[in-house]
């Protein structure tokens, strides 16, 4: 296992956004997390990431407890997190949003750019432009390109086709499955379930802050619930 | 009549004066950058530098400097002593006045009033150890025109100010830009929870702007100190003048503040022969009145600031 969530219990201020989450990714996989807005799938992310401190339950990534590390650890670790709604440094050049990626090593970065710049040739042809001026695609392009600098184990990922077009989300899912036969273990949390399942090895699917439904994704694609709820088929 | 006497006259000590606004501009606009706060106790690490260079100076000289190779050696130990105390200060500040309500989440307005609190503690701190006279630099060089501008006299003072202080604006442009540090505070300026996800200690990043503030600061107290005297409460008008120059600039925008400062500097002095030399002020301050009525974002606007 390389990542395991116990019972995990978050709050914001009074109000229990996870009540008591429990999952699993084991090296190699592509797990994804499903649910409606406000489920709380960012939020598990961003415990996981060390953002967002778990009032109970624990969180273990390769056998070693995480729950108390800093953000800031966590690229160390070997988790990368690439945020809802992108987060790409607007008045960075794209080169150096790369960069920001590696930031923890701070060596050359050369060797690790040419690989995002293989995945995403868009990115080699923007390198000096501003992260800000470009279109929301290549945001998203850059903002998982940013993560990979950091060589991550795990690569969390947040929604990462929200509001861009059917064919650039294609393309992106392409991308996301070539970097994890490349090696990376993928946690991925989407609204957009039928593409995500089609992607994953196994799905979770998060209702207000609780695991209702848990199985290979080839199975919840083919489930009665899952398809009424989340994606858009009436009951038969 | 404006400018018709002593034009150039008047250019020239505005080019100086600039320089050390922007030196010191520079410590508002990074911690802004970083923090979204004033750091209203900066112009005491401005005062702390000139005390720091000026004990340092005084310790090394015996006797009148014999050459002019050990007068320059005498300003950049100086220069540099008061680097080190200002980056001192700005150190000690981050970590008594500003870590403890950060952590503890504290509003803007508490942030104000612990910077406004400390920087009563350190002026009447060294107005108790010093004492509340003003205190000369020793003549570590022999002043003197160096040249003439269109008649005008450049003194040495100048010369040395100017060049100094452009070195270490050229050098922190460098570093914000260039290095692996710069990015590391730009990018916790745009943003700084993605910033830590990518592995930035923001707490670390914080701290080294406000010693990066403080080098600058402090060095630009030990330059106008040593032009005119070191005192205890020797920060208060050029903390606000620079931190107007840091407005005039742009808050936040790292060449916005030595734009505004050199901008400053220029005004107010040329501004003074439209009226009469106790107005400098005036001016000073009306130009920080009138960019926040009409351009609160400054000339070159906030760039190093909010992420979009
Ligand atoms: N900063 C916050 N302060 C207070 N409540 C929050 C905060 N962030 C999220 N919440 C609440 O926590 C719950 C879970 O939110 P979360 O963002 O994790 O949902 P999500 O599944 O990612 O939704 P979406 O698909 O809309 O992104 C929601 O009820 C939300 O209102
Ligand atoms: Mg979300």
């Known amino acids: 296992m390389l990542l395991h969530v116990e019972d995990v219990r978050v709050a914001y201020g009074g109000i229990e956004a996870l009540r008591g989450v429990s999952f699993d990714v084991d090296e190699g996989e592509i797990v994804t997390l499903l649910g409606a807005n406000g489920a709380g799938k960012t939020t598990t992310l961003r415990t996981i990431s060390g953002l967002l401190r778990p009032r109970a339950g624990t969180i273990s990534f390769d056998g070693q407890r995480i729950d108390t590390v800093p953000a800031h650890m966590m690229v160390r670790l070997g988790i990368g997190h690439v945020p809802e709604g992108r987060r790409i440094f607007p008045r960075m050049s794209v080169r150096e949003n790369l960069m920001m990626g590696a930031y923890h ?113 080839s199975k919840l694609l083919a489930d009665d619930r899952i398809r009424e709820a989340y994606l858009g088929e009436g009951a038969a | 009549m404006c400018f018709t006497q002593s034009f150039w006259a008047l250019l020239v000590s505005g080019i100086e004066n600039g320089s050390i606004y922007a030196l010191v501009a520079l410590g508002y606009t990074l911690v802004y950058g970083v923090l979204h706060l004033i750091n209203f106790a900066h112009s005491e690490v401005f005062m702390s530098g000139a005390f720091g260079g000026l004990f340092v100076v005084d310790a090394v000289v015996g006797g009148p400097p014999s050459s002019g190779l050990s007068s320059a050696g005498l300003i950049a130990l100086g220069t540099i002593a008061g680097a080190f105390f200002g980056a001192v200060a700005a150190f000690v500040l981050e970590r008594v006045a500003y870590r403890p309500l950060r952590r503890r989440n504290a509003p803007p307005l508490a942030f104000l009033i612990s910077a406004i609190g400390a920087s009563f503690f350190l002026y009447n701190l060294a107005g108790k150890e010093f004492g509340t006279n003003p205190i000369s630099v020793p003549q570590i060089y022999d002043e003197h025109p160096w040249f003439h501008l269109f008649g005008a006299p450049v003194l040495n003072t100048y010369v040395i100010i100017v060049v100094v202080a452009l070195t270490m604006l050229v050098a922190l442009d460098r570093v914000i830009t260039r290095t692996r540090l710069g990015r590391g505070i730009r990018a916790v300026a745009q943003d700084a929870e993605t910033a830590s996800l990518l592995g930035v200690d923001i707490d670390r990043v914080i701290v080294t702007t406000f010693v990066l503030g403080g080098l600058l600061g402090g060095a630009g107290g030990f330059l106008y100190g040593m032009a005119i005297n070191v005192s205890f409460n020797m920060g208060f008008i050029p903390g606000l003048k620079a931190f107007t120059a840091a407005v005039l600039g742009g808050i936040g925008n790292v060449r916005g503040a030595v734009v505004g400062g050199f901008l400053l500097g220029i005004v107010e002095s040329l501004g003074v022969s439209c009226v009469s030399s106790s107005w400098q002020n005036t001016i000073a301050f009306s130009v920080l009145v009138v960019v926040l009525m009409f351009r609160p974002t400054g000339i070159l606007g906030e760039r190093l600031g909010r992420a979009a």
Not at chain 1, 117 to 144: C, K, N
Not at chain 1, 150 to 179: C, N, Y
């Open chain 1, 105 to 217: 090593r701070g060596d050359d970065t050369e060797a690790d750019a040419d690989r995002v710049f293989e995945l995403f040739p868009v990115l080699l042809e923007r390198q000096g432009q501003d992260g800000g001026t470009l279109s929301g695609g290549e945001q998203q392009m850059l903002a998982i390109g940013r993560a990979l600098m950091g060589r991550p184990r795990l690569l969390l990922l947040d929604e990462p086709s929200m509001g861009l077009a059917p064919m650039i989300v294609t393309r992106i899912f392409d991308i996301i499955r070539e970097i994890n036969q490349q090696g990376t273990t993928v946690l991925l949390v989407e609204q957009n379930a039928a593409q995500a399942l089609r992607l994953a090895t196994r799905g979770y699917v998060l209702e207000t802050g609780e695991v209702v439904m848990s199985d290979d994704a």
